[in-house]
């Protein structure tokens, strides 16, 4: 790996931990990167999930004030979000690398989509909240879905966040702000669990990931100081139309 591709991969992990912190699917900008360097497919998969992890730790630690009083469904849905990350780790690492590659396009237009219709899905959760009546709820129902979209995470994980918020919009009674903390913990337990599987892999680039770590730590701290000053809108659509771009190069080769 030269210093220009070092270089462009903490650069892209810069703008991964950047947008993040203020929309998210950062992933749409660390993985494309790793594959336009030269990595395979599946390395580039696992070197941005090993990079990029911290900055849900971030998120979650951020958030941990409004996980007050939540410890009964965080008792049933972090085990949940590890088991799903370490067997969407494992589905990725037994997926041959032609079988991956075949597959990215759509991974990358899938996720694109997910972050597209990510404020619809938040005006959906928001109406439902203040249309219903309070009532009983069932965490372990809710660890169902979520538990298939760990698996989702694991495996490829840019939209991630999208999926467990609706999951948890429909079968959990809470205020979204809650909700969206109980979000961040999920997606933070998958990361781990797919880290967990993916260090001793042998796929991980580090000395790619090393950096990139460090610039989407730095993304992310910067994006959070300016999260209230940039339209988070405009940053998402924005990452929207590079992975529509990226997953219709990807597509056409």
């Known amino acids: 790996m030269t210093s220009f591709d070092l270089g462009l991969a903490t650069l892209a992990a810069f703008g991964a931990g950047l947008v993040n912190a203020i929309a998210g699917g950062g992933t749409l900008l660390s993985f494309p990167a790793l594959m336009a360097i030269g990595l395979p497919g599946v390395s580039a998969n696992v070197t941005s999930t090993v990079a990029l992890w911290p900055g849900y730790l971030g998120a979650t630690l951020a958030q941990r004030s409004d996980l007050r009083g939540q410890g009964h469904r965080l008792w049933v849905m972090l085990p949940v979000g590890v088991a799903g990350g370490i067997l ?34 938040r005006g959906w959760l928001l109406r439902k909240r203040g249309a219903e009546a309070a009532g009983s709820e069932s965490p372990m129902l809710a660890a ?94 924005s990452v929207v139309a590079i992975g529509v771009v990226v997953g219709g190069i990807y597509l056409l080769r």
């Open 144 to 237: 169902v879905p979520v538990g298939a979209a760990a698996i989702y995470g694991g495996y490829f994980g840019a939209g991630l966040s999208v999926i467990i918020l609706a999951a948890l919009g429909v079968l959990l009674k809470d205020t979204l702000t809650r909700l969206n903390a109980l979000k961040q913990s999920i997606a933070l337990a998958a990361n781990i669990g797919a880290v967990f599987l993916f260090v001793p892999s042998g796929h991980v680039v580090w000395t790619a990931a090393l950096f990139m770590a460090l610039g989407a730590i730095a993304g992310g701290a910067i994006g959070g100081r300016l999260a209230s000053r940039i339209q988070p809108r405009t940053l998402r659509w």
């Open 88 to 121: 969407g780790g494992l589905l990725l690492l037994h997926t041959g690398e032609r079988a991956f590659r075949s597959l990215v396009p759509f991974l990358i237009l899938l996720a694109s989509t997910l972050l597209a219709i990510q404020d619809w899905v």
